[in-house]
């Protein structure tokens, strides 16, 4: 059986994991916050979350999973036929880590956590959030889904990393970074009603106070 490592309020996790729960793949899920102690690092060579464990060892780097869980596992496909189509799919959701995710990143703590953002990071975070939301404004096809009919990586990616972007927009950002934009609002309302995403959100809901904990004493 695959076994998933790492924690429940980290979005990269949740990728992973609404793919395993959209294919109906039985999986593990082992507690695993990433660092880099030695027993960190054989797992996961650079220290992040999240890990799948697989018969053959460990994988890291959340496209690569998504990727080796589609070509190994049965179930709902995630990608469509064609080598174009899967191409612009990973495009997508390249576009949504690089041009979204990253930069929303950048504001999390301030958002989240409590700490405070240097203005200049604000502005640069700001700029490059709002010219990825008009890269995937234009490459999207939002039929309903990112890049059409049906629900691929692309949208394991959307739906933890939008969600996110939207919410730093408003805290840090006080603005609504969606508003031109209803197509994806729509979207992330359509998973809100999916069954495995509201798991999910219990899920880490339930493990975010001793998260918080973590981050606010520094011990893994």
């Known amino acids: 059986m695959l076994k998933l490592h790492g924690f429940a309020v980290s979005n990269y996790y949740n990728m992973v994991k609404l793919a395993l729960l959209e294919k109906g793949v039985p999986f593990e899920e082992v507690l695993f916050f990433g660092g880099q102690s030695p027993e960190a690092l054989k797992r996961s060579p650079h220290g992040k979350v999240p890990v799948l464990e697989t018969e053959h060892g460990f994988l ?11 070509q190994t596992q049965p179930g709902k496909k995630l990608l469509p036929e064609g080598v174009f189509a899967q191409a612009k799919v990973h495009e997508q959701a390249k576009e949504i880590e690089l041009y979204i995710e990253l930069p929303a990143r950048a504001l999390y703590p301030e958002a989240f956590f409590g700490g405070r953002v240097d203005p200049a990071i604000k502005e640069k975070a700001k700029a490059e959030l709002l010219a990825g939301l008009a890269t995937l404004k234009r490459n999207g096809k939002f039929a309903p889904y990112v890049a059409g009919e049906q629900m691929t990586i692309a949208d394991m990616l959307f739906c933890f990393s939008v969600d996110l972007a939207y919410a730093v927009g408003k805290k840090v950002l006080e603005m609504d970074v969606l508003e031109d934009f209803p197509q994806a609002k729509a979207l992330l309302e359509h998973f809100k009603q999916n069954p495995n995403v509201q798991k999910i959100a219990v899920d880490k809901e339930a493990q975010m106070p001793a998260f918080q904990e973590m981050v606010r004493t520094g011990k893994r």
Do not use: C, R, V
């Open 60 to 70: 890291s780097e959340t496209s690569l999973i998504l990727d080796y869980i589609e």
